[in-house]
Antibody, heavy 121, light 107 residues
Framework: QVQLVQSGAEVKKPGASVKVSCKAS????????MHWVRQAPGQGLEWMGR????????NYAQKFQGRVTMTRDTSISTAYMELSRLRSDDTAVYYC??????????????WGQGTLVTVSS | DIQMTQSPSSLSASVGDRVTITCRAS??????LNWYQQKPGKAPKLLIY???SLQSGVPSRFSGSGSGTDFTLTISSLQPEDFATYYC?????????FGPGTKVDIK
């Protein structure tokens, strides 16, 4: 069965970086985009970007350009999201979610369990 | 970037009610509109993709319609497990965006 298993909770200081992992299983990792979405406490969903695990190509939300880096390691079917220069308002649950390489679908059908990142001095 | 709005922001309804949530895009997005359900402490769940296609395993009481800039999610007969927050998402541009969400709670 399809599973996306994310790394554990993190506590970081302002100005630091965080790297969250998302290990995929149960499907062909290189056949689906991987998206990253975050949700601040009590707030809505915010799309951060996506990576094509096959090519490594990325699309980032303008808001995060220059601060976010999405990468992947196809040998272990794992995607990564690194966010730098952390601020307190980056405190959120970060989700990975896959999207099929089928243009007509263009939606995230499986999601990870979420990783809480807390930014606090 | 494409902005998404939803109305209402919240609603109270009873089991068995017909519920309609509206989503509007700031420009035409054809049918590249998805709907997700999220319950507290859980990851979002895909309900509808491409404006009107029901995701596998999702009950048929959920339906979606619309194209261009105006879209609707309808729950034909609200069930106890449907109390949640619903988000629309556009996937027309390379920068996907979500609506602010609609919280459905018990009247």
């Amino acid at each position: 069965q399809v599973q996306l298993v994310q790394s554990g909770a993190e506590v970081k200081k302002p100005g630091a970086s965080v790297k969250v992992s998302c290990k995929a299983s149960g499907y062909t990792f290189t056949g689906y985009y991987m998206h990253w979405v975050r949700q601040a406490p009590g707030q809505g969903l915010e799309w951060m970007g996506r990576i094509n695990p096959n090519s490594g190509g990325t699309n980032y939300a303008q808001k995060f350009q220059g601060r976010v880096t999405m990468t992947r390691d196809t040998s272990i079917s794992t995607a990564y999201m690194e966010l730098s220069r952390l601020r307190s308002d980056d405190t959120a649950v970060y989700y990975c979610a896959r999207e099929p390489f089928v243009v007509v679908v263009a939606a995230s059908d499986y999601w990870g369990q979420g990783t809480l990142v807390t930014v606090s001095s | 970037d494409i902005q998404m709005t939803q109305s209402p922001s919240s609603l109270s309804a009873s089991v068995g009610d017909r519920v309609t949530i509206t989503c509007r895009a700031s420009q035409s997005i054809s049918s590249y509109l998805n709907w997700y359900q999220q319950k507290p402490g859980k990851a979002p769940k895909l309900l509808i993709y491409a404006a009107s296609s029901l995701q596998s395993g999702v009950p048929s009481r959920f339906s979606g319609s619309g194209s261009g800039t105006d879209f609707t999610l309808t729950i034909s007969s609200l069930q106890p497990e449907d109390f949640a927050t619903y988000y629309c998402q556009q996937s027309y541009s390379t920068e996907f965006t979500f609506g602010p969400g609609t919280k459905v709670d018990i009247k």
